[in-house]
């Protein structure tokens, strides 16, 4: 069983407990209009081609069969309609203008690079937490790293829409110590606008997560004029009400550091927005949730 990863972010703090490893595995069935890792929307390995590096010593164009690699006006230019994404470039490509996304791992190997990390974990009581993109998106993949994971004592963590059928998480409950579960929204239409799928299924997911007794907690991307206002906290704090065992709720700040990323992908940003989420903005938006007594 194979899996494709973007990458490993190690010594992370912010994605469960202690310090953890984070795997980015690639595939993801939403399209949130402000997502910062569109280099997970796709299964598939990516080029990514970072122009500005470019020191113009052509090496890249005689590896080019397509002819997608040309120089204009002393750099090297990407026509990626031509581009096949054969990654042959990349081999003498030494100031990575081109570089590709997206490693294919085996368990077995993926548990080797991990394994570096251990103390890290023991130390802080950490471990390894999946992420993406979707994870649950490389069902097979995941269930076989999991019960690997388990075997060697890590702590788990998955981040996820929880968007897919109950049928794909139930297997796999009892090897997840944690659950990191988005809830973007609870107006379906506004969800179907801003990620192209319903919540119909993610609302009733979470509920079957809740009545399971697995340990789980709910994060909530605040992005501006989606769903910053006070009516869309009030309306997931209503549902927060019909849950029982939810550990915590957590409101993440927009930003903006995953544009690079769409021009690098060769991709489009579907979402324009120059405002930050401020400290004070968080703030009011946690009182409304306080003032209704939820953590």
């Known amino acids: 069983m194979e899996g494709i990863i973007t990458h490993i972010q190690r010594l992370s703090i912010h994605d469960g407990p202690g310090i953890r490893s984070v795997i980015f595995l690639k595939g993801c069935n939403m399209r949130c209009a402000w997502c910062h890792n569109p280099e997970t929307f796709y299964k598939r390995r990516q080029l990514q081609f970072y122009p500005e590096k470019c020191n113009a010593c052509l090496e890249c164009l005689k590896k080019c069969d397509e002819e997608a690699l040309k120089v204009e006006n002393g750099k090297i230019s990407l026509n990626r309609e031509l581009c096949s994404e054969c990654m042959e470039c990349l081999s003498v490509c030494y100031n990575v203008v081109l570089k590709s996304v997206g490693v294919k791992h085996t368990v077995e190997s993926l ?36 019960q690997s994971l388990k075997s060697e004592g890590v702590h788990v963590c998955i981040e996820t829409n ?25 107006d379906e239409e506004q969800h179907k606008k801003w990620t192209k799928i319903s919540n119909k299924r993610i609302l009733k997911n979470i509920k079957k997560l809740d009545q399971s007794g697995y340990s789980y907690e709910l994060r909530c991307p605040v992005v501006p004029e989606v769903n910053d206002s006070d009516e869309s906290i009030k309306a997931i704090g209503n549902f927060l ?40 903005k968080i703030e009011h938006l946690n009182q409304i949730l306080n003032d209704e007594n939820i953590r």
């Open 162 to 186: 929880l968007s897919l059928p109950w049928e794909k998480y139930e297997p796999v409950l009892e090897l997840v110590d944690y659950w990191l579960v988005d809830l973007k929204m609870i």
């Open 241 to 280: 009400k019909g849950l029982d065992n939810a550990q915590q709720f957590t409101l993440n700040p927009f930003h903006r550091l995953g544009e690079p990323k769409y021009q690098a992908l060769g991709m489009e940003s579907a979402f324009e927005c120059n405002e930050e989420v401020s400290k004070s």
């Open 111 to 146: 548990l080797a690079d991990l394994r570096k990390d251990f103390p890290f974990f023991k130390t802080s009581n950490g471990g390894v937490t999946l992420s993406g993109g979707e994870p649950m998106m490389q069902f097979g993949f995941v269930a076989e790293l999991l």
